[in-house]
């Protein structure tokens, strides 16, 4: 963000001075000179974000420090105390088993009740690998993780920036470089790479036929056959980068730093209608069977008709840009906000029914599992997941072990119901669960 703030820096200034100056032989439109500087703005406000989040990695890191001393000095004291009875009946229960049948006690906190009579179980509980490995079990348990973690690829060369399924075991992964990665989603080898774009790859949607759709920085979407891995068309429309996509069975929904919302047909790829919202850029789509969701950096959520494309109501209550949408199978609206909060919205009446917090960073991920698990990731420095059971939206801490220092900078589920990140800040390690 840096480069690019640099960039567009000089981009505003040549073009204000060409914008006013009589004498200058190129004369660029005052519109133009202002999308570069709305542009600018949005980088910077980027880069303030960044700045934040070091800051406040590094205060997490010293509560962390100070917890860990806390901890020992409390272990210490644990060891040392009395048992009830005199006699501890685990002493001849090898660690394995006594944490095997810890983890399987249904909560944290039954399990440190447990621990006011066993010593060995208040030293595990205390324990930072050992709650690490329970709630890698509570994983296990409600995500429905089958094995252990693999890595498919120690170097990505951190160029991943987004993930998605597609058909036929396979797993498509954009990169800043603007190209397409084609992964078996068995081992993460790595088939084919879709050369086409200019610039970022930022959204991929694959349509009920199989069809891959691309958006870049270069303003362009591309269509990509599922089974041969074809480049069949390029959809042409939008002034500036495109950031989100959706698709249903017939049309392709594209939104775009221009604040526009453009529909395409998928079996031609003519643009049917445009949705035009010029003050604010679209980052985010989600469809339910009658409305489409578009999320802004104006920290608001708007929702459109599907049958006439009208606005049908406005959501408020965000404090940041709206970045991740997501509908369930109920119909029911998640929306994840550069506030670091997840708000649940009813897809009848658009009223707000929760609030979900507790992200540890900005988050970057939100996405349902096959079995209905709410997951999301935040830039963080800790590689944890933040996961809701599907009922009541229980909040369940999951570690996500031996990931690459760094945040999860990707995330998707494959078709066989296991989930890919590419975590790790500079290298980008990938792997499978």
Same mark, same amino acid.
């Given at each position: 963000?840096?480069s690019?703030?640099?960039?567009?820096?000089?981009?505003?200034?040549?073009?204000?001075?060409?914008?006013?100056?009589?004498?200058?032989?190129?004369?660029?439109?005052?519109?133009?000179?202002?999308?570069?500087?709305?542009?600018?703005?949005?980088?910077?406000?980027r880069?303030?974000e960044?700045?934040?989040c070091?800051?406040?990695?590094e205060?997490?890191?010293?509560?962390?420090?100070?917890?860990?001393?806390e #901890?020992?000095?409390?272990? #210490?004291?644990?060891?040392?105390?009395p048992?009830?009875?005199?006699?501890?009946?685990?002493?001849?229960?090898?660690?394995?088993?006594?944490?095997?049948?810890?983890?399987?006690?249904?909560?944290?906190?039954?399990?440190?009740?447990?621990?006011?009579?066993?010593?060995?179980?208040?030293?595990?509980?205390?324990?930072q690998?050992?709650k690490d490995?329970?709630k890698?079990?509570?994983?296990?348990?409600?995500?429905g993780?089958?094995?252990e973690?693999?890595l498919?690829?120690?170097?990505?060369?951190?160029?991943?920036?987004?993930?998605?399924?597609?058909?036929?075991?396979?797993m498509?992964c954009?990169?800043?470089?603007?190209?397409?990665?084609?992964?078996?989603?068995?081992?993460?080898?790595?088939?084919?790479?879709?050369?086409?774009?200019?610039?970022r790859?930022?959204?991929l949607?694959v349509?009920?036929d199989?069809?891959?759709?691309?958006?870049?920085?270069?303003?362009?979407?591309?269509?990509?056959?599922?089974?041969?891995?074809?480049?069949?068309?390029?959809?042409?429309?939008?002034?500036?980068g495109?950031?989100?996509?959706a698709?249903?069975?017939?049309?392709l929904?594209?939104?775009s730093y221009?604040?526009?919302?453009?529909?395409?047909e998928?079996?031609?790829g003519?643009l049917?209608?445009?949705?035009?919202?010029m003050?604010?850029?679209?980052?985010?789509?989600?469809?339910?069977?009658?409305?489409?969701?578009?999320?802004h950096?104006?920290?608001?959520?708007?929702?459109?008709s599907?049958?006439?494309?009208?606005l049908?109501r406005t959501?408020?209550?965000?404090?940041?840009?709206v970045?991740l949408?997501?509908?369930?199978k109920?119909g029911?609206?998640?929306?994840?906000?550069?506030?670091?909060?997840?708000?649940?919205?009813?897809?009848?009446?658009? #009223?707000?029914?929760?609030?979900?917090d507790?992200?540890?960073?900005?988050?970057?991920?939100?996405?349902?599992?096959?079995?209905?698990?709410?997951?999301?990731?935040?830039?963080?420095?800790?590689?944890?997941?933040?996961?809701w059971?599907?009922?009541?939206?229980t909040?369940?801490?999951v570690?996500?072990?031996?990931?690459?220092?760094?945040?999860?900078?990707?995330?998707a589920?494959?078709?066989?119901?296991?989930?890919w990140?590419?975590?790790?800040?500079?290298?980008?390690?990938?792997?499978m669960?």
């Amino acid at each position: 963000p840096g480069s690019q703030c640099r960039k567009l820096r000089r981009q505003a200034h040549h073009s204000t001075t060409f914008a006013r100056s009589p004498d200058a032989k190129v004369h660029m439109p005052l519109n133009r000179v202002y999308e570069i500087k709305q542009r600018l703005m949005t980088l910077e406000a980027r880069d303030v974000e960044l700045i934040e989040c070091q800051t406040r990695i590094e205060r997490e890191r010293a509560e962390i420090a100070a917890a860990i001393a806390e #901890a020992e000095a409390d272990l #210490a004291a644990t060891v040392a105390a009395p048992v009830p009875g005199g006699k501890d009946p685990t002493l001849w229960l090898p660690d394995e088993l006594l944490l095997s049948i810890l983890v399987k006690v249904a909560m944290l906190e039954d399990a440190r009740g447990c621990s006011a009579v066993c010593r060995r179980w208040r030293r595990l509980c205390l324990d930072q690998s050992v709650k690490d490995a329970w709630k890698y079990a509570r994983w296990v348990l409600y995500a429905g993780g089958k094995r252990e973690p693999r890595l498919l690829d120690a170097n990505t060369n951190g160029v991943i920036t987004t993930m998605c399924a597609g058909a036929g075991r396979t797993m498509y992964c954009g990169t800043a470089k603007g190209c397409i990665q084609v992964r078996s989603d068995n081992d993460g080898s790595l088939m084919q790479v879709l050369s086409g774009h200019t610039d970022r790859v930022n959204a991929l949607a694959v349509g009920l036929d199989g069809t891959l759709y691309s958006a870049s920085d270069d303003t362009t979407i591309l269509a990509w056959s599922g089974e041969t891995q074809a480049h069949i068309r390029a959809l042409k429309g939008h002034t500036d980068g495109v950031l989100a996509l959706a698709v249903n069975a017939e049309k392709l929904f594209s939104g775009s730093y221009d604040g526009a919302i453009r529909v395409w047909e998928c079996c031609s790829g003519h643009l049917v209608h445009t949705i035009l919202e010029m003050d604010w850029a679209v980052i985010s789509l989600a469809l339910d069977g009658c409305n489409l969701y578009s999320g802004h950096t104006d920290y608001a959520i708007r929702v459109w008709s599907l049958t006439d494309y009208t606005l049908i109501r406005t959501l408020d209550g965000h404090s940041g840009s709206v970045g991740l949408l997501v509908v369930d199978k109920q119909g029911t609206l998640y929306s994840g906000s550069s506030d670091r909060s997840i708000r649940v919205w009813s897809g009848t009446d658009g #009223a707000l029914l929760r609030t979900l917090d507790g992200s540890t960073g900005v988050l970057q991920w939100l996405a349902f599992a096959p079995n209905g698990t709410l997951f999301s990731s935040a830039h963080s420095c800790e590689n944890t997941f933040r996961v809701w059971q599907a009922e009541g939206h229980t909040p369940l801490d999951v570690v996500v072990p031996n990931l690459s220092p760094g945040w999860n900078q990707a995330c998707a589920f494959s078709s066989d119901g296991h989930l890919w990140v590419v975590s790790g800040s500079f290298r980008g390690s990938l792997w499978m669960y």
